[in-house]
DNA sequence: AAGGGCATTG
DNA sequence: TTCACACCCTCCG
DNA sequence: GAGGGTGTGTCTCAATGCCCTTGC
């Protein structure tokens, strides 16, 4: 067994052939280290039975761990590094690891089997059928579960089978093992090998033993729970009995958020099949955004205006998020004036808009037909969006996105602190916050943003889409833009990194020969301002940065 | 026979 | 296997 | 104008090979 001090989370040497089986048990031997106590004495049993294995068996059942789905066929596990894999099956069973005659339902058969051999099952349950061999792969595998037989082992379903069916029945455990090691469920196995091929590249980043995504069994219980929650959700499930299944109050701050999240994806889902009461009781109290809305929006269809008025008036009290109280103000003002009470709108900031006729075109997008259109009028444009001012923020703020706060890291395939989003991360990171605020003044920060840029390129980064930050963009936009602006642009997003990392203006056009630079959002005929957008252009502007809604009509 | 869709692989 | 954005529809005053 | 739903592109690795479909 592997017992690597915990620092050496290191992907193993690709000449290796067990490469991929060293990197799962680098995985295990982390979690089993530093969430030992989160494991049952059976699952330690279970884990310490699989590790005491010959490599080759562990091997075997880690290439179908890592394969798609659950359910293999004995004749397809043919791997030069596993010279016998019969007999590591039966070390595998023998553990307890894999189920050798495990029930199969008719759906997972008809997918593990082909076409041809479709029809000879078919044949062998039905030997009166003729069945036309044209039929589409695609038709049998409905036809096959329409018959709603049991679920059974694969010799009842076709005795002459030329193989046999194998189940993992560790699959919950691996599972679980990979959320503790990831802390979510949709990074794999595969991290190790990309990492090592150099497809993908993380910041390193020191940990220490407390790091850890979990630190109760019952939150990782809790994960899991959602998680299956939402997958049936997905699937179009009964939404009745779903409801049911919703756990109470989760005991951390980001459980409990997933699980408002999911309250609220049930919500709407109830509320679109016509369950009004039920979708209510999801919104109530439910702090997430939309669920307010949600639930505002359908007092205001059900209940009285003056009982709608009051609700909106309640939740503006108690939301700060500009955007959601936009919305709540808009229900607020319908109400009001519903009541025979009307509230008087408060006065838009006006924005600068400016009128285009182009010519239509089929393969391009509006905002490059902008774009050429303001290269006439000596702007150099680019189509930027949010990219541009997320990722000059995030290349200025690399030191403290990438500090070892406590809690943030913990595994080396993580793109961004898992505290982003939190109300403190600012507070935790001042120092290296105020350093990036200090290089902004003293005129650092254009070394060090391109420096960065050069270095990091290609680091997986939370807030990074890289193609987009071209180095001749950076350079010119350091050029243009002066410190004062990037300066309020980057304090306004730390007041709220999730939302405001949303909704920049289309193009950034640069005119580096007279040091200036405007911002303009696109609009075609048939697009209007959201509300997000709205908030960054009246930013804009209150700062005395040039921004403008261009609104595009098509000549007919 | 050709090509799409996909799972697997390092 | 999301998320941000654009596009398209209906309803309303 | 506003609310709502849906579609689209996406940096979710690139290369390979199997299976299936379709067309000749
Ligand atoms: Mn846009
Ligand atoms: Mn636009």
Avoid at 203 to 220: I, L, Y
Avoid at 286 to 307: C, D, F, G, V, W
Avoid at 341 to 361: C, D, F, G, H, V
Avoid at 461 to 466: A, M, Y
């Amino acid at each position: 067994m592997d017992t690597q001090p915990l620092s050496a989370i290191r992907p193993a040497d690709l000449s290796e052939p067990f490469y991929y089986l060293h990197n799962a048990r680098t995985l295990l031997n982390w979690v089993m280290q530093v969430h030992p106590d989160l494991l049952l004495t059976d699952e330690h049993q279970q884990l310490k039975q699989l590790l005491s294995l010959p490599d080759e068996a562990q091997a075997l059942l880690f290439r179908m761990v890592m394969r798609k789905g659950e359910w293999f066929r004995s004749d397809q596990l043919n791997y030069a590094e596993i010279p016998q894999p019969t007999e590591s099956l039966n070390q595998l069973a023998q553990a307890g690891l894999i189920d050798y005659s495990a029930h199969c339902d008719a759906k997972t058969l008809s997918s593990l089997c082909r076409k041809h051999e479709l029809l000879q099952v078919c044949q062998s349950l039905w030997p009166e059928q003729s069945l036309d061999s044209k039929l589409r792969k695609r038709d049998l595998q409905v036809l096959l579960p329409a018959y709603d037989l049991p679920a059974q082992p694969l010799a009842d379903w076709w005795p002459q089978a030329p193989f046999t069916l194998l189940r993992l029945s560790c699959m919950p455990l691996m599972d679980r093992m990979r959320l503790m090691f990831f802390g979510n469920l949709h990074q794999d196995w595969s991290e190790f090998v990309l990492t090592e091929l150099g497809h993908q590249r993380y910041e390193p980043v020191s940990m220490d033993t407390h790091n850890r995504a979990f630190s109760q069994r019952s939150e990782v219980d809790l994960y899991l729970q959602l998680h299956q929650l939402r997958q049936k959700l997905e699937d179009g499930n009964e939404l009745e009995p779903l409801h049911a299944l919703l756990p109470a109050a989760c005991p951390t701050d980001w459980l409990e958020n997933r699980r408002q999240k999911l309250a609220f994806a049930l919500g709407h889902a109830v509320e679109r099949s016509g369950d009004l009461t039920t979708a209510l009781a999801l919104y109530r109290d439910n702090p997430h955004r939309e669920a307010r809305i949600r639930y505002l929006r359908l007092m205001e269809k059900s209940a009285t205006a003056e009982a709608t008025c009051l609700a909106a008036e309640e939740a503006l009290d108690q939301v700060s998020q500009p955007e959601a109280r936009i919305r709540i103000q808009r229900i607020q003002q319908r109400s009001a004036k519903k009541s025979g009470r009307p509230i008087k709108p408060q006065s838009k900031t006006a924005i600068p808009q400016l009128e285009l006729t182009l010519e239509p075109s089929d393969s391009l997008r509006v905002e490059t037909l902008v774009i050429d259109d303001l290269q006439t009028q000596g702007w150099r444009a680019w189509h930027v969006e949010n990219q541009l001012f997320t990722g000059l923020f995030a290349l200025l703020f690399w030191p403290a996105l990438y500090a070892p706060v406590k809690g943030a890291f913990f595994h080396p395939f993580q793109s961004g602190p898992a505290d982003l989003y939190h109300p403190d991360f600012v507070l935790k990171r001042q120092p290296l916050i105020d350093a990036g605020f200090r290089q902004l003044a003293d005129g650092q920060y254009r070394t060090a943003i391109l420096q960065t840029l050069e270095q990091k390129r290609g680091t997986r980064c939370s807030l990074i889409h890289w193609p987009t930050l071209e180095t001749t963009l950076v350079e010119q936009v350091l050029a243009c833009i002066p410190a004062e602006h990037l300066s309020a642009i980057f304090r306004h997003l730390l007041l709220d990194l999730r939302h405001h990392r949303r909704g920049m203006p289309d193009l950034i056009c640069l005119s580096p020969a007279h040091n200036s630079y405007q911002l303009i959002e696109v609009k075609g005929p048939n697009d209007r301002l959201q509300d997000h957008q709205r908030l960054w252009m009246e930013f804009f502007i209150d700062q005395g940065i040039t921004a403008t809604l261009c609104q595009v009509r098509f000549q007919t």
